[in-house]
């Protein structure tokens, strides 16, 4: 099935810094969403936008929508430890068939 | 907030048995849920959309045989892999449409031995 690119696939990084990824698509969506996916566990949601340009944040968590509506960027500021996990966006075209489309993935790992 | 439940979150079996899978709505009704699989270090592929009250949507190259998915209620969806075979053993996650975006369960860890 279709996969979105997400960049970039990991990270290393130390408690404190700032941390930013995006998300972009062939494919126009009308849905971002934002997951974060502990080992083991299924993805929980940290962000939904729902217009194009629309920045959204929660906490230290900012998200944006693409104005082409291709693309999305997360941003996630004074990284802590328990950020570490592997973080998705997905993408949704409501219709028909609402399915989400997911990211490759990218893997943040915070260094005390 | 919606909650969805899955079990067992792990399972192991022998190769050729089958194994089910649930997936409930705790506190809301869900008319279509989804089953993913994800193998390790890999994203999400979406195996299926389970429709209430009628038969399930496979995804090309998901084979329906052997991915059995029942939706006989509006809080419940099951997944059985039948004749279950090494190559099967994943990670299988379901999640559900809510009004905040899609719900996923805490995800089935199957390995076929």
């Known amino acids: 099935g279709q996969q979105l690119n997400q960049s970039p696939q990991s990270m290393f990084i130390q408690e404190g810094e700032d941390v930013s990824m995006n998300c972009t698509s062939s494919s126009i969506f009308n849905t971002w969403l934002w997951y974060k996916q502990d080992p083991g566990e299924g993805p929980v949601l940290l962000i939904a936008l729902y217009k194009a340009g629309e920045l959204t944040s929660n906490g230290r968590l900012t998200a944006q929508f693409g104005i082409t509506r291709k693309d999305s960027f997360l941003n996630i500021s004074a990284s802590i430890p328990s950020d570490v996990g592997i973080y998705f966006c997905?993408?949704?075209?409501?219709?028909?068939?609402?399915?989400?489309?997911f990211g490759t993935g990218t893997r943040l790992q915070v260094t005390l | 907030g919606a909650v969805v439940s899955q079990h067992p979150s792990w399972v192991i079996c022998k190769s050729g048995t089958s194994v089910k899978i649930e997936c409930r709505s705790l506190d809301f009704q869900a008319t279509t849920m989804f089953w993913y699989r994800q193998f390790p270090k890999q994203s999400l592929m979406l195996m299926a959309t389970s429709n209430e009250g009628s038969k399930a949507t496979y995804e090309q190259g998901v084979e329906k045989d052997k991915f059995l998915i029942n939706h006989a209620s509006l809080t419940l969806s099951t997944l059985t892999v039948t004749s279950a075979h090494p190559e099967d053993s994943s990670f299988y996650i379901c999640?559900?449409?809510?009004?905040?975006?899609?719900?996923f369960g805490s995800g089935t860890r199957l390995t076929v031995v």
């Open positions: 997905a993408g949704l075209f409501t219709g028909t068939a609402s399915k989400l489309t």
């Open positions: 999640s559900a449409s809510t009004d905040v975006g899609y719900t």
